[in-house]
T-cell receptor, first 108, second 115 residues
Framework: SQQGEEDPQALSIQEGENATMNCSYK?????LQWYRQNSGRGLVHLILIRSNEREKHSGRLRVTLDTSKKSSSLLITASRAADTASYFC????????FGKGTMLLVSP | NAGVTQTPKFQVLKTGQSMTLQCAQDMNHEYMSWYRQDPGMGLRLIHYSVGAGITDQGEVPNGYNVSRSTTEDFPLRLLSAAPSQTSVYFCASSYSEESSYNEQFFGPGTRLTVL
């Protein structure tokens, strides 16, 4: 069964705009991770936020975690065409379980 | 470092055939895993290993076997291929024996079609 569920399933924006993706999960977690997948490629790790953290930044990425609501969000600021990809959240206590992903399209 | 490598990149099988998907990593990672990715389903865990000689089942293990004789290699065997096993298969590894603690490094994937 899917641990994380991303929302929206698809998102289309213009270059320079911000993109926000949300993830909800079901059970307790050690941490939550976000991955990116370019079409036809393997997944690439973006950021990890631990269960005792509320917010984390990495370059243009900002991740928040609300363990009381079992939810996380990924914000990409000043998006670029190269950000076009699918984004997955992954969480779990021992093994990771991935959500179904959000497809982000950034148009020039 | 080559990271995580997978072979082959593409494979077409007939129903009932068997084959082995190869996965290797050169990062001395303890944890290795196999996922399958189907349209609209995200990634689902097939089998994983927390070290040489130790394997365990994930969410969708039926029809697949694994073994871990060395730290570097984690092959996935399809015993008798079925059309339902048509998918893209990803191998991943991470430093910690519990994958949730560390980022996972993914291979490029094997695209398998079973006719």
């Amino acid at each position: 069964s899917q641990q994380g569920e991303e929302d929206p399933q698809a998102l289309s924006i213009q270059e320079g705009e911000n993109a926000t993706m949300n993830c909800s999960y079901k059970t307790s977690i050690n941490n939550l991770q976000w991955y990116r997948q370019n079409s036809g490629r393997g997944l690439v790790h973006l950021i990890l936020i631990r269960s005792n953290e509320r917010e984390k930044h990495s370059g243009r990425l900002r991740v928040t975690l609300d363990t009381s609501k079992k939810s996380s969000s990924l914000l990409i600021t000043a998006s670029r065409a190269a950000d076009t990809a699918s984004y997955f959240c992954a969480s779990g206590y021992s093994t990771l379980t991935f959500g179904k992903g959000t497809m982000l399209l950034v148009s020039p | 470092n080559a990271g995580v490598t997978q072979t082959p990149k593409f494979q077409v099988l007939k129903t009932g055939q068997s084959m082995t998907l190869q996965c290797a990593q050169d990062m001395n990672h303890e944890y290795m895993s196999w996922y399958r990715q189907d349209p609209g389903m995200g990634l689902r865990l097939i089998h994983y290993s927390v070290g040489a000689g130790i394997t365990d089942q994930g969410e969708v293990p039926n029809g697949y076997n694994v073994s871990r004789s060395t730290t570097e290699d984690f092959p996935l065997r399809l015993l008798s291929a079925a059309p339902s096993q048509t998918s893209v298969y990803f191998c991943a590894s991470s430093y910690s024996e519990e994958s949730s603690y560390n980022e996972q490094f993914f291979g490029p994937g094997t695209r398998l079609t079973v006719l």
